[in-house]
């Protein structure tokens, strides 16, 4: 039975637990075994010794699984999580195979404008309020690095839902 991660914000839901759950569960239909970042071996540490123990964990399940399945969808602003993007880029360093989800697959400066305030700039792009220009306009719905890591990885990233995504990965491996 191949071994999915399930990286996501799910982790910061108020019921995570129940949620990762639900997933694992989707998982096991498919005929897959899921990894939540919860299955680590963390007790008794506190502060950033538990913080150190959780990457640990994490990184430790991510070698042990064998395609990692992704939330790419906003979370706390217009981007995918930053842990999530690591978990993409640590998954696609050790050769495994990545598979992403997002709800609308828009184009990325799209998304952040649905997520975050934004105005006219002379370059003919929008900038945030930060003043960075929104120009990765190349037809992508999640920062280049991100989407090109999953999809080089023998991945996709696909419109959809996480059992769409378990779907889908279920089918490109027959």
Same mark, same amino acid.
């Given at each position: 039975?191949k071994?999915?991660?399930?990286?996501?914000?799910?982790?910061?839901?108020?019921?995570?637990?129940?949620?990762?759950?639900?997933?694992?569960?989707?998982? $096991?239909?498919?005929g *897959?075994? @899921?990894l939540?970042?919860? =299955? +680590?071996?963390?007790?008794?540490?506190?502060?950033?010794?538990?913080?150190?123990?959780?990457?640990?964990?994490?990184?430790?399940?991510?070698?042990a699984?064998?395609?990692?399945?992704? $939330?790419?969808?906003? *979370?706390? @602003?217009?981007?995918?999580? =930053? +842990?999530?993007?690591?978990?993409i880029g640590?998954?696609?360093?050790?050769?495994?195979?990545?598979?992403?989800?997002?709800?609308?697959?828009?184009?990325?400066?799209?998304?952040?404008?649905?997520?975050?305030?934004?105005s006219?700039?002379?370059?003919?792009?929008?900038v945030?309020n930060?003043?960075?220009?929104?120009n990765?306009?190349?037809?992508n719905?999640?920062?280049?690095?991100?989407?090109?890591?999953?999809?080089?990885?023998?991945?996709?990233?696909?419109?959809?839902?996480?059992?769409?995504l378990?779907?889908?990965?279920?089918?490109s491996?027959?």
């Open positions: 039975m071994k999915v991660y399930l990286a996501g914000p799910e982790v910061f839901l108020p019921d995570s637990v129940r949620v990762l759950n639900q997933h694992k569960a989707i998982c $096991n239909k498919y *897959f075994e @899921g939540s970042p919860f =299955d +680590g071996e963390v007790t008794g540490e506190v502060g950033l010794e538990r913080a150190r123990k959780i990457y640990l964990e994490n990184c430790k399940l991510i070698r699984c064998d395609i990692v399945a992704v $939330n790419c969808n906003a *979370f706390r @602003g217009a981007l995918v999580d =930053d +842990g999530s993007s690591f978990e640590f998954a696609k360093a050790l050769g495994k195979k990545i598979y992403g989800f997002i709800q609308t697959k828009k184009t990325l400066p799209e998304l952040v404008q649905l997520k975050i305030p934004t006219n700039h002379t370059s003919g792009y929008r945030d930060d003043g960075y220009l929104l990765e306009d190349f037809g719905s999640i920062n280049l690095m991100l989407e090109f890591a999953i999809i080089e990885s023998g991945g996709q990233l696909i419109e959809g839902n996480f059992e769409n378990i779907q889908v990965i279920s089918q491996l027959v």
